[in-house]
């Protein structure tokens, strides 16, 4: 069992192949953190690069996606056991009035496939659940999507708020959606602003590691 075989079918999208590699893999005895780095991760890395330089495109990233969140279901109990500490923890959620989910559910799962523990507050979240919900699960990032130019100020509701509580250094904000732009982000005082999923791991990365 080749865990390169793993990392193309992740990258292939292959849902029923990438579970079986990974059941395979621990049957092999392959540790746990190894499968989750050397393969999903990786596959996952390619992914995003693939996604970033249009080679793919949403469909596929949603099906390698959802490969990667099978193969998590079956080594999550294996890496809690073996200890494997996240890479940090994300709140995510679309803002308030906004149903759109799609992309805010692929930069989450990029974002889960990369590594970090996601607290998914699905979509129409208040500022202040996004702030609570940072507090009760010390997470170091919110990250908000939007995606009707109706909704955006709720991001800057949220960066307000955690201003106004001091948090600012602690939680990072990084924003995105059709509508929102660069500019947009430094005009409210966001931390960052990603254009696609694939830049949002980068900067949950820059963010939560330095
Ligand atoms: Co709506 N909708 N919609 N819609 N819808 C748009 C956004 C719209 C641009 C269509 C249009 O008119 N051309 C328009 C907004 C206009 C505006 O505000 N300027 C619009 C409208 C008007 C509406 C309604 C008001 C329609 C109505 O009822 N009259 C209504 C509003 C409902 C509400 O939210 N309260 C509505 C409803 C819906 C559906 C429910 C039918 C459905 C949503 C289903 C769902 O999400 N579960 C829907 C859809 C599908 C769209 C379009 C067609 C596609 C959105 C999408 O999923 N794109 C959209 C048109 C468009 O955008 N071309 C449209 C794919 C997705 C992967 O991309 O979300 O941009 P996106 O995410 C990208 C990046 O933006 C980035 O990464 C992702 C991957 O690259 N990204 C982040 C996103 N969030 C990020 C967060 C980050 C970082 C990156 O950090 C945290």
Redesign the pocket.
């Known amino acids: 069992m080749e865990l390169a075989q793993l990392k193309e079918a992740v990258i292939a999208g292959d849902m029923a192949r990438t579970k079986s590699l990974t059941e395979e893999a621990l049957e092999a005895g392959i540790e746990p953190a190894s499968i989750l780095n050397d393969a999903l991760i990786s596959g996952m890395d390619k992914v995003g690069e693939l996604f970033k330089v249009n080679e793919i495109y949403?469909p596929e990233v949603l099906l390698a996606a959802k490969s990667m969140q099978n193969a998590m279901g079956v080594l999550k109990p294996r890496l809690v056991d073996s200890g494997i500490q996240p890479r940090g923890k994300i709140v995510?959620g679309t803002v308030r009035?906004?149903?759109?989910?799609?992309?805010?559910n692929?930069?989450a799962m990029m974002l889960e496939g990369a590594g970090f523990e996601i607290i998914d507050l699905g979509n129409d979240v208040p500022a202040e659940k996004f702030v609570e919900a940072a507090v009760e699960n010390d997470a170091g990032v919110i990250?908000?999507?939007a995606?009707?130019?109706?909704?955006m100020h709720v991001m800057k509701e949220t960066v307000e708020m955690l201003g106004e509580k001091g948090l600012s250094d602690k939680v990072k904000t990084?924003?995105?959606?059709?509508?929102?732009t660069a500019s947009f982000a430094s005009e409210i005082g966001a931390a960052g602003y990603?254009?696609?999923?694939a830049?949002?791991v980068d900067?949950a990365k820059e963010f939560l590691e330095g």
């Open positions: 949403v995510v009035g906004d149903l759109h989910d799609i992309g805010k692929l930069v990250g908000m999507s995606l009707l130019t109706t909704t990084m924003i995105g959606g059709a509508p929102v990603g254009d696609d999923a830049t949002a900067l």
